[in-house]
């Protein structure tokens, strides 16, 4: 079965600073998507960026990049100059690519890492 | 992006009443939909999956008759915590997914928050 693992419960970062949040996963397959996603204090669950397993490139979005390991089976998030409304939890998310078919192409979350940012 | 909308966003029922949550894909069609229980700080936990025009297909230890899900359209499916307790209070989600595309992506509702007194 596939797992995610977020090692760190808890970060804190200054403003404008850079901030690297760490994800591990464990998977037999080939082809999976990799997802962050945000929740700030509000509840709602926001993705923040999505990696293809099959890209070798990292997925930036704005402030937002990643860097996939698929050796490593590792998917960091790194926020550069970070704000205070990015303030939330953030959670590291796997899921099996559509063409496997089944139920069971579920999002499979790791536990979550709270960020707090320092005026 | 999509919009997925919950109703109610917070309801508080007496001990062995009845609830319903609805969750509405309001700009696409989600033939699928994912309904996720969450606690203070802690990560989503998956209860069931919904597709439309079938049954739900309900995660291991989730109790199929305690919360009944309903998808009857492509864009509404419902939550009901039947005979709620006060271990049912918590903080439900739901998701819908779109069809197609690249990535399927999945969209989250706002939430509802249940409590049960």
């Known amino acids: 079965a596939q797992t995610v693992t977020q090692s760190q419960p808890e970060m804190s970062v200054q403003e404008a600073e850079t901030v690297t949040l760490s994800c591990t996963y464990d998977?037999?397959?080939?082809?999976?998507?990799l997802f962050w996603y945000k929740q700030p204090p509000s509840r709602q669950m926001i993705l923040v960026i999505r990696q293809e397993a099959y890209k070798q490139q990292n997925a930036t979005e704005n402030r937002f990049s990643v860097n996939f390991q698929k050796a490593a089976k590792s998917f960091s998030l790194k926020i550069s100059d970070s704000q205070l409304g990015d303030a939330a939890m953030y959670f590291c998310a796997y899921r099996r690519d559509m063409n496997y078919g089944g139920a069971t192409n579920k999002l499979i979350f790791g536990t979550g890492t709270l960020l707090a940012v320092q005026p | 992006g999509a919009v997925v909308s919950q109703h109610p966003s917070r309801v508080i029922c007496k001990s062995g009443t009845s609830v319903k949550i609805e969750c509405r894909s309001l700009?696409?069609?989600?033939?699928?939909m994912f309904w996720y229980r969450q606690f203070p700080k802690k990560s989503l936990m998956l209860m069931a999956t919904?597709?439309?025009?079938?049954?739900?297909?309900?995660e291991q230890g989730v109790e199929k008759d305690k919360f009944l899900i309903n998808h009857a359209s492509l864009t509404l499916s419902t939550l009901t915590v039947t005979s709620a307790h006060p271990e049912d209070s918590s903080f439900y989600i739901c998701?819908?997914?779109?069809?197609?595309?690249?990535?399927?992506?999945?969209?989250f509702g706002p939430g509802t928050r249940l409590t049960v007194t």
């Open positions: 998701s819908a997914r779109a069809e197609g595309g690249d990535s399927y992506e999945q969209y």
């Open positions: 700009d696409f069609q989600a033939t699928t």
């Open positions: 919904s597709n439309e025009g079938s049954k739900a297909t309900y």
């Open positions: 998977t037999s397959e080939s082809d999976y998507y």
